[in-house]
């Protein structure tokens, strides 16, 4: 069987071009005993992807990254053909890999099978842990969440508002702010007709205790000087420095006087809350509580214009690739 699949051949310089990019195909053998053969359905674009162009991720291999697929061959007990398994074997349409290396997924009939890829998937999990297990969040507090039409910031602002919080939310068009204020966020900037650092002033008069970061930079500079004292700040992302734009924040002596907690983290960090989330987040998407936008691009040959345009920030909520 043969299958595609992007390979990095050249390392960005600022935001990636389609030329640092290449499709390539490839022969994949037969599985042996105890391996899967999965076909990917969805691939996950995610912005922790280009830090790792950068430095991390090889040359002239396939790219790393996250997808949902049905296994397509099985020469094991423990999956069966149609299973819908999690993968972190890349940007490619197809693979073989041992059976341990995957992880089935626990389909519900009612939901779409793509929410497994983002909401019920990596993005709703590190929103709800950062802003519980991290921010330590409580009710009747003030969030601030960036990138708040993102796919994690909104998940995060939802939970956020859901848990009976106040909650601010930042963003880059219009037509983003039009959504978040659907949602009901009690305030929306668009950082790019204001300054993050007023319109945070006029959007927080009591403070901010939880800041759910996904910038960096000026906006972790303006959420500073706004964080009441013992406030928390969960740091899920920087995109503000990813294609080697080093924005310095000039204010964090505030860290000392506020007694702020600030902790990055990773998905890996809060395990004992994922029976949790499946259950509250399952029955908030069953109750409509919780709403969300994908984009989606299609076919693996535009999987590098899924990565740039998320990147630009032309998405609203999670980038997906249909593979079939």
């Known amino acids: 069987m043969q299958s595609r699949e992007v390979h990095l051949v050249r390392r960005p310089d600022g935001m990636p071009r389609p030329s640092d990019f290449e499709i390539r195909e490839v022969a994949l053998s037969e599985p042996a005993d105890g391996q899967v053969l999965v076909k990917n359905v969805y691939l996950s674009i995610d912005p922790a992807t280009r830090p790792r162009l950068t430095r991390g991720q090889e040359l002239n291999v396939v790219m790393g990254g996250f997808a949902l697929g049905r296994v397509v061959k099985s020469r094991t007990p423990n999956l069966k053909e149609g299973d819908i398994v999690r993968g972190a074997f ?3 349409e197809a693979y073989v890999t041992d059976a341990r290396y995957v992880g089935r997924v626990d389909i519900d009939p009612k939901l779409p099978l793509a929410i497994y890829m983002s909401v019920m998937g990596g993005a709703g999990f590190v929103a709800y842990g950062g802003l519980l297990e991290i921010g330590k969040m409580k009710s009747g507090e003030q969030v601030f969440v960036s990138t708040a039409a993102g796919s994690v910031g909104s998940l995060a602002a939802q939970i956020a508002r859901l848990k009976g919080c106040t909650v601010i939310g930042s963003t880059g068009s219009d037509d983003k702010v039009a959504w978040l204020q659907s949602l009901g966020l009690d305030a929306v900037i668009n950082y790019k007709k204001e300054p993050i650092r007023e319109a945070l002033d006029k959007a927080a008069p009591k403070g901010i205790d939880v800041y759910f970061d996904n910038v960096g930079g000026d906006h972790l500079e303006a959420a500073l000087r706004k964080m009441n004292s013992l406030g928390r700040i969960a740091v899920c992302g ?3 420095t990813y294609n080697d734009q080093q924005i310095g924040v000039r204010n964090l002596s505030l860290i000392i ?6 902790r990055g983290f990773v998905t890996t960090d809060f395990p004992h809350l994922l029976p ?3 259950e509250e987040m399952t029955g908030w998407l069953r109750d409509g509580k919780i709403k969300y936008q994908e984009t989606y691009f ?6 590098p214009a899924a990565l740039i345009g998320m990147l630009n920030g032309e998405n609203t909520g999670k980038t997906l690739v249909r593979l079939g």
Do not use: E
Request: glycine share 14%.
């Open 90 to 92: 890349g940007y490619r």
């Open 238 to 240: 920087m995109i503000s």
């Open 257 to 262: 006087y506020g007694r702020i907690n600030i």
């Open 276 to 278: 949790q989330f499946n």
């Open 298 to 303: 299609d076919g693996i040959d535009n999987a």
